[in-house]
């Protein structure tokens, strides 16, 4: 079955340390997508990719970075340059010729302590 | 600046009753709404969408309508079930980046 996978789904990092949440959709789609959500707010976009080896910053890039290698893979790194990592994190797919709207993965909660 | 708003946090409504869920929106460039429904500590899930051009989308029990003058679109859920209780995303699309409201907690009481 074809999807976008998240992982893992629960990740617990120390404070200062750079972490990288995994996503991998095998929906042959061509954007890819990094949102995060906090309590209480929509989901803010980190970054998105176009096709591979692009990628733009979205509202809420500083402290993070992706790369696009593969049309498949849309990894996020959360450096230790976010001020508050802690969040749950959603990875989303999309092809214009498949529709409107954007697939999204199960998502990664993580937690800085 | 909030681009997308949803203005209640929260609806509460009795089962086979209308849900009727709203949501206004600033950039006049959005060419594209949707909503989507959530479960806690999943993804998002596509519903339905409407283009910028029309003002009416119906899917089974799900429709919805865009009122552009007013900057304004709703999903109305006909009847309501238990099972539609759930978090709902308002989302507009701008040059492929799709901006969303900060959510409405739906529930339907049996």
């Known amino acids: 079955d074809g999807g976008i996978t998240q992982s893992p789904k629960y990740l617990f990092r120390k404070e200062g340390q750079n972490v990288t949440l995994s996503c991998e959709q095998n929906?042959?789609?061509?954007?890819m997508y990094w949102y995060r959500q906090d309590p209480g707010q929509g989901l803010r976009l980190i970054y998105y990719?176009?096709?591979?080896?692009?990628?733009q910053k979205g509202d809420i890039a500083e402290g993070y970075s992706v790369s696009r290698e593969k049309k498949e893979s849309f990894p996020l790194t959360v450096t230790s340059a976010q001020k508050n990592p802690t969040a749950f994190y959603l990875c989303?797919?999309?092809?214009?010729?498949?529709?409107?709207?954007?697939?999204f993965g199960q998502g990664t909660r993580l937690t800085v302590v | 600046d909030q681009q997308v708003k949803q203005n209640s946090p929260s609806l509460s409504v009795q089962e086979g009753r209308i849900s009727i869920l709203n949501c206004d929106y600033t950039?006049?460039?959005?060419?594209?709404f949707l909503w989507y429904k959530k479960y806690p500590a999943e993804g998002p899930t596509f519903l339905i969408s409407?283009?910028?051009?029309?003002d009416k989308n119906e899917d089974g029990r799900f429709t919805v309508f865009l009122n552009k003058s007013a900057k304004h679109l709703s999903l109305h859920i006909v009847p309501s079930q238990p099972g539609d209780s759930a978090v709902y995303f308002c989302?507009?699309?701008?040059?492929?980046?799709?901006?969303f409201g900060t959510g409405t907690s739906l529930t339907v009481i049996p």
């Open positions: 989303a797919s999309r092809s214009p010729s498949k529709g409107v709207g954007a697939f």
């Open positions: 929906l042959n789609h061509d954007a």
């Open positions: 990719s176009q096709i591979v080896n692009d990628f």
């Open positions: 950039n006049s460039m959005f060419d594209y």
């Open positions: 409407i283009s910028s051009i029309k």
């Open positions: 989302a507009a699309r701008v040059y492929n980046q799709f901006y």
